[in-house]
């Protein structure tokens, strides 16, 4: 947020503190609010920021007022899940547009409009002609109701209506039972998380959900077999719908589709791998238990060529090509 700065940040004050009752605690037992600043409900102009836990709750906040707008229940909590993940969100909610560590997507480049939250782009930048009947996640620009999108911890994909928490469409599924997910992220009417080997397999997930209401497309996945990504990682989008995800240790083993230590660049939706790049050793000194595994790709733009960073454990910083990372050897980054 370009409004924040080294000089204007000691002036932060506290203006909002709630108590949420949620069960069981833990480091992610409570997500960082999404906030969606202008929202045209049935009660006037409001900015709400949503919040779920892992008790299955999600409320929205009236930030404006201090209280809460609305509360919804989506399951019970995850009295299977064991282990380092138990008390977890399953997965942080996302709005259209979302919260991403990415490019916005511009005319040309895969995208009609000034946002993520654009659906269906064509490769010339011009939107295709708009398909009969109902969209799942309804209407887009201004005032248009705008969903909010949750995994339950049955895995279980929710879109919820802002202004109400009402259910948009029935839930479908989405991820295995109690699989730990990083942030939800949604790019023309596809909703993308990864998942880690915490109660359940590491992968990255794609479900299509921009066609006719109450119908969605096949669940499509990515395994890394052996690779994991972190719950506080997550994934970034290119502006042509790439879709670049960092992973964490393990055994890198491209012939049988194990993946550790990499950046992947996968195809949209149906997550196809397009490219990757793989770091050098990053040699004594370096935590290889966390080796690629904290960082979320970033994506930008410079002189009209599309960049990713990416970095190691050793506190590296790799710049990559967008369209090429890793060169011909999957190993030789721009700098």
């Not at 395994?223 to 994934?235: C, E, F, I, K, T």
């Not at 993946?259 to 050793?281: G, R, V």
């Amino acid at each position: 947020d370009s409004r924040i700065t080294k000089d204007n940040v000691k002036d932060f004050q506290l203006v909002l503190k709630r108590k949420l009752e949620n069960g069981p605690s833990g480091p992610r037992s409570l997500t960082p609010p999404v906030v969606l600043g202008l929202l045209i409900s049935y009660r006037g102009f409001k900015e709400l920021a949503f919040v779920a836990g892992s008790s299955g709750n999600l409320w929205a906040i009236d930030v404006d007022m201090d209280r809460i707008f609305w509360q919804k229940h989506l399951d019970a909590a995850q009295e299977s899940a064991s282990g380092p993940c138990a008390g977890d969100v399953t997965a942080m909610h996302a709005l259209i547009p979302p919260i991403n560590f990415a490019v916005r997507p511009r005319p040309g480049l895969g995208g009609p409009g000034p946002g993520p939250g654009a659906v269906g782009a064509t490769d010339a930048g011009a939107a295709p002609p708009r398909p009969t009947g109902r969209a799942m996640i309804g209407a887009s620009g201004f005032g248009a109701p705008r969903p909010a999108f949750g995994v339950s911890s049955d895995g279980k994909l929710h879109l919820m209506n802002t202004s109400t928490g009402d259910e948009i469409a029935p839930a479908m599924p989405f991820l295995p039972a109690h699989a730990s997910a990083s942030s939800l992220t949604v790019v023309e009417g596809t909703v993308y998380t990864t998942t880690n080997n915490c109660n359940g397999p590491g992968a990255v997930w794609a479900v299509d959900v921009s066609g006719p209401e109450k119908k969605a497309a096949p669940v499509a996945s990515f395994a890394l077999n052996g690779g994991s990504v972190s719950r506080q990682g997550g994934l970034a989008m290119g502006t042509d719908g790439t879709v670049f995800v960092q992973t964490g240790p393990g055994v890198l083993d491209p012939a049988s589709n194990k993946w550790s230590n990499t950046l992947l660049a996968l195809s949209p939706k149906n997550l196809n791998l397009a490219n990757y790049f793989t770091a050098p050793d990053p040699g004594s000194g370096a935590n290889a238990a966390s080796h690629l595994n904290l960082t979320t790709p970033v994506v930008f733009t410079y002189k009209e060529k599309e960049l990713v960073v990416s970095a190691d454990a050793a506190g590296r910083l790799y710049l990559l090509d967008a369209k090429n990372p890793g060169g011909e050897d999957h190993k030789t980054p721009l700098y």
